[in-house]
Structure formats: structure tokens, C-alpha cells
């Protein structure tokens, strides 16, 4: 794995370096805003560390995966999930 | 990691189930060898996580140790179900050591769910582990020594902290004197940090706390004002403060959902993580063969837990007939001597760990309490006054606890609430089942028994 | 220490005991009913089941408790005074056959039901795999699907009930157990930790414990535990509208609105008590993936276990026992769906010894003794 390269969220270009994880890599790219609720609220990452699955998003496709304990790659896409919108991909 | 080691040196086949892709748990991250750039915390600090880890290193090859793997489910009959990869196993293991340490425990108020407020632990593991800056411009805000540490790594690593507030002085501590020699090295490492954010200008608040957080889509400002010693907002002292990050921290939560499913006595104590496993100096529940080691087993620090790891390692290693107290006693007397010099350090931690009941009242009717379910205080209160009081009459009622964290980020805070409404906090904690981590029916359908005896 | 007295003592406040004590409480107004439950409000079998009514059973008793039940579902909020409703949702029931055998009996049970006006009717397997796609179509060879069918909550149930039986005056009363029940003159006295009970009359609807209490008066009934196991899925993207039963994997399937999947999976086993047990998901996951191979990659976020009631004849018990002012009613797992015409007939039996509706006589306690017992074939259980 090269040690940076490029991930999208939302369709944006975002640096991220091997060996991060993507809530950190988005967070230093300035998101916050990883999903938005059932009842529209905006969430973000908020434990860090696994247990509040907050930060929850759909990466390549695949809905509910926590970006704070899911390391960066290559070509990754991340998608806010909106309520249950975007659980689709199941 | 101490219990593994002690477990291999007394030849016991030793397997390590960790959800982490490194060992190290929370105190001891590691980041990915591939991250440049370094830690902020201090020297001594560092020494030891080097120091442990190296000591685990040496022992991995000789044990069955499972990264990235997870729990989901113990059961009463010794079973532990984990899951790795895309599929499950079930394993029998003669002793089973839990040591899932604690998690962080927050103080709910409004907005307090915008994208930006954030666990001031989590927001360390970011620097710590991932070698970034958890936000550009941030306000620390919690009780006890954690939210001067993370505010001062963070201004170390180059961020900027507009302000620290802390519901109880540091120098709370000073009323354990005794205690305090006996840490004093952790002491010294606590004074470099409070200079750090002393020589830094940074403003520190002493007795105020958030009581609302702004921003539309995510936190832009934070009020905070200031409460007296029962928690109670002193009205007038309402301060508005620009931030991106709140890094917030009440106190922790031992994570016990596992040890309690194995049907362990379990016991409550909010100082030091609410729902405890009961236990004895060598860590045995209730259960033969279970044992609990670590923060999970009590809040006590880093330092005791390394200590409790071996000996309840060195304990779980003997045959359930054979432990013999006087000889593990005598065999253990320097390790057990070392945990209890720094338990007594940790009295003078606990003092600024404190929480006043009425603190709970900064949790007004509109803020969201289970965050997976949004369901609002009011709820909860409203279900109190009917009558529901225990933790599972609350959840069948208002679904506080049925969403995907499993009540960990929200059931302190009911409980707290309960207590404030009705002058009595639930005895029982909510009934503990599967799935400690959700796992997919296909990984189920895959699974491995465990070994026939 | 000198005894409260009532007219009705009922003992357990499930959906069977609000039920009854809300009928009899407005057949006649002034009537002192005490309803006591030895738990705390929705924690026995009411609060753990699958949420779900049908009208789709092939015997006629079936068919008309759960009849007149699903009207009373459909006007609860106005009934019962409550705004808020019951999260009455009636999206149908679509009960599965994997064999030539169980369409059979499909078809026969359908042809009983038109007897009685219900609107079901039968599906080709395309016709049921075109409805829930997530299907798998190993092995499926047709169903029937009843449009009326549904869930309510049932916590909502419960709670309309219960505030509606206070409005009318009944004492309700959780965390009381009863230890023992003795003859005292014309009625009864139950002993309760805080002091003795006496009633006229009594009311067993404590379901699989009933046996415990009538062994006190010398009586017994073949009332066995019934344990059930569930699944609670994360919230996943909308893709069962109706409930599915599927007479082979003994599986309903249950979306809720906040998007998990509930399964209930039926294992025959012992048992009495509410705990997940270690063997339950390795045993459900392969069945659950046969018949919905779509929830394949779905994470299961909870188990719970919940106890009903078994008979031997697989049918509910309603009425008075060889003990004159005795009563049960027992609901053998369907008691959430019958609760109000149970409610009904029992009001009317126990405050006017109406003996009329014909489900007293072929659901009578006193039957296990002429030895004459009919299956319900539409049975969901393994």
C-alpha cells in the first residue's frame, strides 16, 4: 500500500494516509458530519474507540461500518448514511 | 497483557481475544507502524507502555493471540462465543479472564449529540493513535486528571485549547497527602502536563461545565457556566466560547455486559464504573472459573491494573482446587505490595472524581439521553413518575438501551437521573445479553465448536 | 391482620388479566377487582412475543377469537381512551409452505377461514417471492396472505389497558406475588407477602404458572413451559411488509418500523426461563438464512427469550375449573391476539355465568378429562 493516498466521502477527494483510520483521515480533512439520523440529526465520531457506533457509515457499499475502528484504502469509498437510506446496499 | 504473560510463565496454553488490531487497549494505543509523528505524553508514561508491550511481544508467538477479534457472548455453561473475520467460534476454556477495562461516561446536555462533541479520551486515541489533530480549536471540559492531560497533549502536538473546565480543582487531591507521596511520580507527570497548559495561556474554569453546545451541523461554540458544590448552575455565570471540538469527560464505565452475562454477582459502585463484577484480591467472581482483572474489575488506573493483570493471571493459572491463598500470597507479596502502594494513590484521584447527584439536573427535559434512539429526558422522567424504575422497565417503556451502542453510551446517565428523581439509583443493571458486538447471520452459520473435552 | 376483600381477585396483569379486568370493570360498574402481578409492568410473556395477530388458523375457534380480537385492534385507541394508539399496523401475514404436505393444510385451514368471511387468500410461490423478494425460493411452494392481519405494540396494549382499568377503578398492583391460594367460606384467600387477599371469586392468567397455584387448591391441568428464543436485527433498509410464518422453519418474521427484523424461532426444549442459551443462534442462523437468504449479511444486534404456555391439544384453556369461582385462562402462545375476546367471554362468564359462547365448551379446563382434543393445524411450533 503506498503511505497516501486518495479516499472520497460524499463524493469529495480526501488525503489519507496508510495506517489511519477513516474517521481520523476525515476529521483531518475537516468533516464532521459522518450521518445524519432518522430523526435528521448530524452525527459524528464521538467515542473513538468502538462502542457508541455513532460515526457509523456505508464504505464501499457496505452500510454500518464504524469509521473510527476501519483503516483507510486506496480508493475508498464513503457514503453518509441518511436514517435508513444508504442500508440499501445490504 | 500482564495476565498473558504470567499465564505463559506458569505454562498455561493462554489465548488473547482483543477487538483491536494491536495490543495496547486504550492506555496504551499503538498507532499503525506505517503513522509518523509521535506521542505527547510524558517520557515515564511512554517508558512503561514500551516496556509491557515488549514483555508481550516476547510471549505472542507462545500464545493463541486473536487481533481484531470479538467477543459477542458468554454463557453460564463456560462458553465464550467470539467472532473473527466472517465467522464465529465457540470456545471452553478452563478459566476465563475478562478484562475489558472502561469506557468514558458523559454528562448529557443540550446539543450535546452535534458532530464535534466528542469523548475527551476518544479525542486523545485520535492524537495518540492516528496522529491527528481531533479538531482545530478546542474546549476540554470534565472532572478528574484526564481533561488537563488531553488538553495539554493536544496543545503540545499544536493544536489550540481555548479553554479547560474543570468541575473540581486538582488540588482536591491534596487533602490525601499520604496517597499523593505514594504516586508521586504520576504526580510529577501531572504537574508537567497542568504547566503545559498553565505556560500556554490557556484559560483554565474551574467548577463550570458545558450546559449547551451550539452549532447547526456541527459544533461551532459551547456555553458554559458555572456550578456550585451541590450541581447546581449559578445563574449569571453563562460564558459563550468558540470551538470545533468539546472534548468532554465525567468519569468512566467499567465495560462488565460480559462478565455479567456470565451469570457473575455483580455489585455498584459509581466512583469507580458503575455495574462491578463482584470480586476478591485474585479477581474471582462469583463464577468458578471466571475472573475479572483491571479497570473492568474497578477503576483503578493503568499502574494497578498492570499489578491486578499478573496476579489474577497467576491465580487463574491454577486449577480451581488448588489456588492456595498463603502460597499465591507469598509467591505474588512484591506484585501485590506494588498494587496496593499505587491503589492508595488512586484515593487521591477518586476525591476529583466525584460527582454531585445534582449535577444531573444539567440533563434538562429536551436533551437526548440514548442517543441510538433518541429518546429525550423528558421520557424518561415521564416513565419514572409512572412507576418504571428498574433499567429494563425504562427500556421496555421508552427503548432507552434497545439501540445499536446497547444502552453503554446512555444506561449511567438513566441510572443517575433515576437516582436524582427518585432518591434511588436501579439496584440491577439492564439484563445482559447477546450480542455484546452485532455479528452477521452468515458468520453465525459459520461457526466453530469448540473442541470436544 | 385483617384481610382486604374483593369480589374479583385476578392474578397476573398480562394481556389476558388487564384484558378481563377491563370487561368486567365496564360490564358492571362497581365490581372491586384487584389484579396482581408478581413482576413489573410488560415483563412476562405479553412483552416478549412477536407482536403479531392473525385471523389465518384453520380451527374455527382460532378463527373467531382472533376475528372479533383484530376488530377490537382496529378501534383500541377509541375503546380504550387513548390518544396515542396502539401502533396498530396491518400489513398483512403471509404464512409459508415448503411442502406439498403443509399447502395442504394451508388450503384446507383458507377454506375454513372463508367460512368466516376472513380475507385471505391463496399465492403461487412467485406470488410470494414477487411480495417479500428477500424469500428464498428453495423448496417454497406456495402461501396464503390475509390482508387484515398485523402487530400492535404491545407495551401500548398494555399500557392502555392498564390506565384504562384504573380510570374504571381496578387496583392493579406489580411486584405481588401470590404464594398460595385457599378455600375461605363461599370464596378464596390468597396469601400475599403484605397481608391476605379475599375474593369471591378468582382468575388464574399467570399462563404456564397456572399449575403452580391451583397444586395449592389440589387441582391440576396439563399446562406445561413454553420458552422461545427471538432475534433483534440491527435497522436495516425496509424489505418484509408483511409478517412471514414459515410452517417448516417454525420462523415468524417481523420488521418493525425502526427497520430491524425480529425472528422468533420455535425449538422445542424445556424450560422456564427467559435467558438467550448458548446453542439458540448457531441452531436459528442457518434456518433464518434457508428461508430469508436476503438477511444473509445483516448484523443480529440482540437475543431475548421469552416463556408461553403449552397444552396438549395446543389450544388455550378458558373457564371455571371443578372449583366453583375458580377460573383460568390460559392462552397457549396465542395470547397477545385473543386478549380482548378472551377479556369478553371471561367478563361474561365470571359476572354472569354466561356459559353460551361456544369457545367455553370446547376450550373448558374440564376437557382434558373426556380425553377429546383437536389440533390446531396452522401451528407455527416445532
Redesign the interface.
Known amino acids: 500500500m503506498p503511505s497516501e493516498f486518495q479516499i472520497t466521502f460524499e463524493g469529495r477527494s480526501i488525503a489519507a494516509r496508510e495506517g489511519q483510520s477513516v474517521a481520523a483521515a476525515l476529521i483531518a480533512a475537516g468533516e464532521r458530519c459522518l450521518r445524519i439520523d432518522e430523526a435528521g440529526n448530524p452525527k459524528g465520531a464521538v467515542c473513538g474507540i468502538g462502542f457508541c457506533w455513532e460515526c457509523r457509515c456505508s464504505i464501499d457499499g457496505v452500510p454500518d461500518i464504524r469509521a473510527c475502528m476501519t483503516p483507510v484504502r486506496p480508493g475508498m469509498i464513503v457514503r453518509r448514511q441518511r436514517g435508513l437510506d444508504g442500508c440499501n446496499d445490504r | 497483557m500482564a495476565a498473558a504473560i504470567e499465564g505463559v510463565r506458569r505454562g498455561c496454553r493462554v489465548t488473547v481475544i482483543d477487538e483491536g488490531p494491536r495490543p495496547g487497549g486504550q492506555i496504551y494505543r499503538q498507532a499503525h507502524p506505517a503513522l509518523p509523528g509521535e506521542e505527547f505524553a510524558e517520557p515515564a508514561e511512554l517508558d512503561r507502555k514500551h516496556r509491557l508491550l515488549s514483555a508481550f511481544q516476547a510471549v505472542v508467538e507462545r500464545i493463541d493471540y486473536r487481533a481484531e477479534a470479538t467477543v459477542y457472548a458468554v454463557f453460564p455453561n463456560g462458553e465464550i462465543h467470539l467472532a473473527q473475520g466472517d465467522r464465529t467460534e465457540v470456545l471452553r476454556p478452563d478459566a476465563m479472564i475478562v478484562a475489558t477495562g472502561v469506557r468514558e461516561q458523559a454528562i448529557p446536555f443540550p446539543g450535546w449529540t452535534l458532530p464535534g462533541v466528542m469523548f475527551a479520551g476518544g479525542a486523545q486515541s485520535l492524537l495518540k493513535a492516528q496522529r491527528v489533530l481531533p479538531g482545530r480549536n478546542a474546549v476540554v471540559a470534565g472532572c478528574g486528571p484526564l481533561p488537563l492531560v488531553v488538553a495539554a497533549q493536544m496543545l503540545r502536538a499544536g493544536g489550540r485549547v481555548a479553554a479547560v473546565a474543570s468541575l473540581r480543582s486538582l488540588r482536591t487531591m491534596l487533602r490525601h497527602p499520604r496517597s499523593l507521596w505514594r504516586g508521586r511520580s504520576i504526580l510529577l507527570e501531572g504537574l508537567r502536563y497542568e504547566r503545559t497548559v498553565r505556560r500556554a495561556g490557556v484559560p483554565e474554569l474551574m467548577g463550570y461545565v458545558p450546559v449547551r453546545a451550539i452549532g447547526g451541523e456541527r459544533l461551532e461554540a459551547v456555553a458554559l457556566a458555572r456550578v456550585d458544590r451541590e450541581g447546581r448552575v449559578v445563574p449569571g455565570t453563562e460564558r459563550r466560547i468558540a470551538c470545533d471540538l468539546l472534548a468532554i469527560n465525567y468519569g468512566f464505565v467499567a465495560n462488565s455486559e460480559l462478565v455479567a452475562m456470565s451469570g457473575a454477582e455483580m455489585r455498584r459502585d459509581p466512583l469507580i464504573g458503575g455495574w462491578l463484577p463482584v470480586t476478591d484480591d485474585y479477581g474471582r467472581t462469583s463464577v468458578p472459573g471466571v475472573f475479572a482483572a483491571g479497570d473492568g474489575a474497578g477503576l483503578r488506573g493503568a499502574l494497578v491494573a498492570e499489578c491486578d493483570g499478573t496476579i489474577v493471571g497467576a491465580a487463574a493459572s491454577l486449577s480451581p482446587t488448588a489456588v492456595d491463598g498463603a502460597a499465591l500470597r507469598a509467591e505474588l507479596a512484591e506484585t501485590i505490595a506494588r498494587r496496593a502502594r499505587h491503589l492508595d494513590f488512586q484515593q487521591a484521584v477518586r476525591a476529583t472524581l466525584r460527582l454531585p447527584i445534582g449535577i444531573w439536573r444539567l440533563v434538562t427535559d429536551d436533551t437526548i439521553v440514548c442517543r441510538c434512539e433518541n429518546v429525550h429526558s423528558s421520557e424518561i422522567r415521564e416513565a419514572l413518575e409512572s412507576g418504571h424504575r428498574s433499567l429494563n422497565a425504562l427500556k421496555r417503556n421508552v427503548r432507552s438501551g434497545m439501540g445499536w451502542c446497547g444502552g453503554r453510551t446512555c444506561l449511567h446517565a438513566i441510572a443517575s437521573l433515576a437516582e436524582l428523581a427518585t432518591g434511588e439509583a436501579p439496584s440491577e443493571m439492564m439484563t445482559p445479553r447477546p450480542m455484546v458486538r452485532p455479528v452477521p447471520f452468515a458468520a453465525i452459520a459459520r461457526q466453530k465448536k469448540a473442541a470436544a473435552e | 391482620m385483617t384481610a382486604e376483600k374483593f369480589d374479583v381477585l385476578i392474578i397476573g396483569a398480562g394481556a389476558y388479566g388487564l384484558s378481563c379486568a377491563w370487561w368486567m370493570a365496564k360490564r358492571r360498574s362497581g365490581v372491586r377487582i384487584l389484579v396482581v402481578d408478581e413482576g ?4 412476562g410473556a405479553s ?1 416478549r412475543n412477536g407482536a403479531g395477530f392473525r385471523m389465518q388458523w384453520g380451527l374455527d375457534l382460532n378463527i373467531r377469537l382472533c376475528q372479533e380480537s383484530t376488530s377490537f385492534f382496529e378501534t383500541a385507541a377509541e375503546q380504550l381512551d387513548y390518544p396515542r394508539g396502539i401502533e396498530l399496523k396491518q400489513d398483512g401475514y403471509l404464512v409459508l409452505a415448503h411442502s406439498e404436505k403443509a399447502l395442504t393444510t394451508l388450503k384446507g385451514s383458507l377454506e375454513v377461514q372463508h367460512r368466516y368471511g376472513v380475507p385471505s387468500e391463496l399465492l403461487s410461490a412467485d406470488d410470494c417471492i414477487k411480495m417479500v423478494p428477500a424469500l428464498g425460493r428453495n423448496r417454497l411452494v406456495g402461501g396464503t396472505y390475509c390482508g387484515k392481519d398485523g402487530t400492535i405494540s404491545p ?1 401500548l396494549l398494555l ?1 392502555s389497558l392498564l390506565k384504562a382499568c384504573r380510570r374504571e377503578k381496578v387496583d392493579v398492583r ?1 411486584g405481588t406475588r401470590v404464594e398460595r391460594l385457599e378455600r375461605n367460606g363461599g370464596g378464596f384467600r390468597a396469601s400475599v407477602s403484605n397481608g391476605p387477599i379475599e375474593a369471591d371469586k378468582i382468575l388464574l392468567c399467570t399462563d404456564w404458572a397456572v399449575p403452580e397455584l391451583l397444586a395449592s387448591l389440589g387441582l391440576s391441568l396439563p399446562v406445561k413451559s413454553l420458552p422461545k428464543e427471538a432475534i433483534v436485527t ?5 424489505r418484509v411488509k408483511p409478517i412471514l410464518i414459515s410452517l417448516e422453519h417454525h420462523i415468524s418474521v417481523n420488521q418493525v418500523n ?2 430491524s427484523i425480529v425472528f422468533v424461532v420455535s425449538r422445542a426444549r424445556d424450560g422456564k426461563e427467559i ?4 446453542d439458540f ?2 441452531f436459528a ?2 434456518k ?2 434457508d428461508f430469508l437468504p436476503g ?10 427469550g421469552g416463556v408461553s404456555s403449552l397444552t396438549p391439544d395446543m389450544q388455550p384453556i378458558l373457564g371455571e375449573t371443578e372449583i366453583e369461582g375458580l377460573y383460568v385462562a390460559v392462552s397457549s402462545f396465542r395470547g397477545l391476539m385473543t386478549s380482548p375476546a378472551v377479556g369478553r367471554i371471561m367478563s361474561a362468564l365470571i359476572l354472569e355465568n354466561d356459559t353460551n359462547d361456544p369457545v367455553l365448551t370446547k376450550l373448558s379446563p374440564r376437557r382434558f378429562q373426556t380425553g377429546e382434543l383437536i389440533v390446531e393445524p396452522l401451528l407455527n411450533q416445532e
Open positions: 413489573e409492568f410488560a415483563s412483552g407495551f399500557d406489580y440491527v435497522p436495516c433498509a425496509p425502526r427497520g435467558a438467550s442459551t448458548p443462534l448457531a442462523a442457518p433464518i438464512i438477511v444473509a449479511d445483516v448484523p443480529v444486534l440482540r437475543t431475548w
